[in-house]
């Protein structure tokens, strides 16, 4: 297991469009983070997973932001009709546990530019 | 509401001296603390954390320290190396509270060769 696995790396789309991110976490961890960021900003949480069932969502993610983890595997991040305030590093992380002692493991994200 | 504040956006310091990064929170619900580093594309990556029952932990280079009643944390490096290069980003979470980060904005350290 080579850790987080985010794709694609980079996406561009025209505004409007809709796109749909993958996470495949380390295989052994329960848990499953989503965070956003932007320039000159630190990560910003999005989402979490426990196992399969999503457990808390962030005012930032408005109802055209939807996020799945079925089976409590890989998980996807929809936006639908994209704006250019879309554009940003959207990255996942996982852990086992609460990830205080380890961290969490974080993937290298997928940057995504709203034209 | 910026709950986690790094308020020096870069830092330059001599390699083999000791750099020094600070953070301060606003919440004091928050009782645990780490700290992550970030090379240009890619993922944020776990150094170290502080519990808020302690007020010290150290990992070889990297010490963490926790001033709760000034709601201050920092990290210590030393020696510096030019791999040590690299944004720096202080977050806090609160037990109970789904683990989830908050996350500060970030100082760039650079070492000097």
């Known amino acids: 297991d080579t850790g987080v696995s985010q794709n694609p790396r980079h996406k561009i789309t025209k505004r409007g469009q809709n796109v749909t991110f993958r996470c495949d976490p380390i295989?052994?961890?329960?848990?499953l983070y989503w965070y956003r960021q932007t320039l000159g900003q630190g990560p910003e949480f999005l989402t979490y997973?426990?196992?399969?069932?999503?457990?808390?969502k962030s005012r930032l993610l408005s109802d055209r932001f939807s996020a799945e983890r079925p089976k409590g595997s890989f998980s996807t991040l929809e936006i639908q009709r994209t704006e250019q305030g879309d554009s940003a590093m959207y990255l996942c992380?996982?852990?086992?546990?609460?990830?205080?002692?380890?961290?969490?493991?974080f993937g290298s994200g997928t940057r995504l530019t709203v034209v | 509401d910026q709950q986690v504040k790094q308020n020096s956006p870069s830092l330059s310091v001599q390699e083999g001296r000791i750099s020094i990064l600070n953070c301060d929170y606003t919440?004091?619900?928050?009782?645990?603390f780490l700290w992550y580093k970030k090379y240009p594309a890619e993922g944020p990556t776990f150094l170290i954390s502080?519990?808020?029952?302690?007020d010290k932990n150290e990992d070889g280079r990297f010490t963490v320290f926790l001033n709760k009643s000034a709601k201050h944390l920092s990290l210590h490096i030393v020696p510096s190396q030019p791999g040590d290069s690299a944004v720096y980003f202080c977050a806090a979470s609160q037990r109970g509270g789904n683990e989830k980060l908050t996350f500060g904005t970030g100082t760039r350290l650079t070492i000097i060769p």
């Open positions: 295989s052994e961890h329960n848990r």
């Open positions: 997973f426990q196992n399969e069932a999503q457990l808390e």
């Open positions: 992380a996982s852990s086992l546990g609460s990830g205080y002692e380890e961290g969490y493991t």
């Open positions: 502080i519990s808020s029952i302690k």
């Open positions: 919440n004091s619900m928050f009782d645990y």
